[in-house]
């Protein structure tokens, strides 16, 4: 099924990659954003299916961006796409109700994850 989706990250490369890879498994991008107010901003403009964030920006984090973006919308899907391990991430993620936590990179996974979705 076709989602559409917020792609937030920080580096313009993940950013294309990511867009290639889901668009090419069919789905629609309706925003690329480059850090947290950005994805907020976005979010509210566009209300995607599903948001695909990074946790590591400048500014905002994706986690305050995550806890903004649940406040306007508690339903909102959004699914951590990060490289780095961060020290207490789980702790810090654990109260938000995130869908995934997929290594970046791993775009197999993404697809499974969104698949799996209804």
């Given at each position: 099924m076709t989602k559409r989706i917020l792609i937030v990250d920080d580096s313009n490369f993940m950013r294309h990659r990511i867009v290639q890879c889901l668009t090419k498994a069919g789905h629609r991008i309706v925003g690329k954003a480059k850090d947290g107010d950005e994805?907020?901003?976005?979010?509210?403009?566009?209300q995607p299916d599903v948001v695909t964030m990074d946790i590591t920006m400048r500014?905002?984090?994706g986690i305050a961006a995550a806890r903004e973006i649940l406040a306007m919308n508690p339903e909102a899907t959004i699914i951590f796409y990060t490289l780095l391990e961060i020290p207490n991430m789980a702790e810090r993620i654990?109260?938000?109700?995130?869908k995934k936590v997929i290594k970046k990179g791993d775009e197999e996974d993404l697809l499974r994850t969104l698949a799996a979705m209804a």
């Open positions: 994805a907020v901003d976005l979010y509210r403009d566009t500014g905002k984090d654990q109260k938000l109700p995130i």
